[in-house]
């Protein structure tokens, strides 16, 4: 996920202006794993012909120089296209002063209700006072004290959905043994972080039982340089080792893994699983076998939340204070279905 998958949101999706999403994402749910207790979700709903028709709504996006990012706009102009409604759009390029400037614009202009997927939470107390005081939609970064919803990455359920599929893997081929477990995190991303890669052991054990990840190495590789100087290292510490489990915050730091791997012959020895499912990695999960699951985060369908739901708001209808992302595994077995990589 180039940036939040998401964060990790950002390659997809970093804190700062980090190129990977995931890492970027901080949820405003303090959700269950799968499996405390049901679905924490809402479903994609493609906007009502001229539902939006009189409506002058904003959008304020990250970076359009952010390829998860892209995805998640593209989204978001179509569905409001499909409403009828006006999008006021705004690039904040990741700078938080710009992001003040896009809301105050959105005040000059009228704009009744607004997303805001701008970086900085620390900011948008600010952010908020200066733009309309209209309802306003978080995408995976909270914008307290204005949001009515928070919309993005379920970051526990995320982590859990790869984490799981890589305890099938590790207990139908390996009994559970294996040699290390390596997870590439962005530690800045704080709360985020810890729910998706602790979302990752808490599904590996959940098939493997409690305590099954061992000799855990916790290394800060959320880009493809990073993962690659990291995962080189772990490797050479590692120099018998066979069974190496890799987990990524997003799909940049596995493509770093990979490449270290395949650098010194040993690209056998890695089993990984990341966060996003972007382009950059269908190709990889359709064709390697070591590649054993990423989990989806649909930033091309976005806006079939963001502006249904955003529409609601404006209407004074009720919307759920959380509106988390339906993720779901992708593996060799369903890339084709889900993506039609060209490859």
């Known amino acids: 996920m180039a940036l939040v998958a998401a964060l990790g949101v950002v390659s997809a999706c970093g804190g700062g202006t980090n190129d990977s999403p995931s890492a970027t994402q901080q949820t405003g749910a303090s959700s269950a794993a799968a499996g405390d207790s049901g679905p924490?979700?809402?479903?994609?709903?493609?906007?009502?012909?001229?539902?939006?028709?009189?409506?002058?709504?904003?959008?304020?996006?990250?970076?359009?120089a952010v390829p998860f990012i892209k995805?998640?706009?593209?989204?978001?102009?179509?569905?409001?296209?499909?409403?009828g409604a006006e999008l006021v759009f705004c690039d904040s390029q990741g700078?938080?002063?710009?992001?003040?400037?896009?809301?105050?614009?959105?005040?000059?202009?009228?704009?009744?209700?607004?997303?805001?997927?701008?970086?900085?939470?620390?900011?948008?107390?600010?952010?908020?006072?200066?733009g309309p005081q209209v309802p306003v939609v978080a995408i995976d970064i909270q914008q307290d004290p204005c949001q009515k919803a928070f919309m993005g990455?379920?970051?526990?359920?995320?982590?859990?959905?790869?984490?799981?599929a890589v305890g099938n893997h590790a207990k139908s081929q390996w009994d559970c043994q294996y040699d290390g477990f390596v997870s590439l995190e962005q530690p800045e991303a704080g709360a985020v972080n810890e729910a998706r890669m602790g979302g990752y052991r808490k599904g590996f054990e959940s098939v493997c039982?409690?305590?099954?990840?061992?000799?855990?190495?916790?290394?800060?590789?959320?880009?493809v340089d990073m993962a690659r100087t990291a995962v080189a290292d772990v490797l050479t510490s590692l120099p018998g080792a066979k069974k190496i489990i890799v987990v990524g915050i997003n799909d940049d730091s596995i493509l770093g893994a990979l490449a270290a791997a395949r650098t010194v012959g040993r690209q056998g020895d890695v089993f990984v699983a990341a966060q996003g499912a972007d382009p950059s990695s269908w190709c990889e999960i359709k064709s390697n076998p070591n590649w054993i699951a990423d989990t989806a985060y649909f930033p091309e369908r976005y806006g079939e939340i963001g502006i249904p739901y955003l529409i609601d708001l404006v209407k004074n209808k009720s919307v759920p204070a959380n509106l988390l992302v339906n993720h779901q595994a992708v593996t060799k077995d369903n890339v084709e279905q889900l993506y039609q990589p060209s490859c």
Not at 102 to 130: E, M, P, S
């Open 40 to 64: 924490q979700f809402v479903d994609f709903r493609t906007v009502e012909p001229g539902s939006g028709a009189g409506l002058k709504l904003g959008y304020i996006s990250l970076s359009e």
């Open 71 to 83: 995805l998640v706009s593209d989204s978001i102009k179509k569905q409001a296209e499909a409403a």
């Open 95 to 130: 700078d938080a002063a710009k992001a003040l400037e896009c809301a105050r614009n959105f005040k000059t202009q009228g704009v009744q209700g607004y997303l805001n997927f701008q970086q900085d939470a620390k900011a948008a107390a600010a952010i908020c006072q200066a």
């Open 153 to 164: 990455a379920n970051n526990d359920r995320a982590g859990f959905i790869a984490g799981e």
């Open 209 to 223: 039982g409690p305590g099954s990840v061992k000799n855990l190495k916790k290394v800060n590789a959320f880009r």
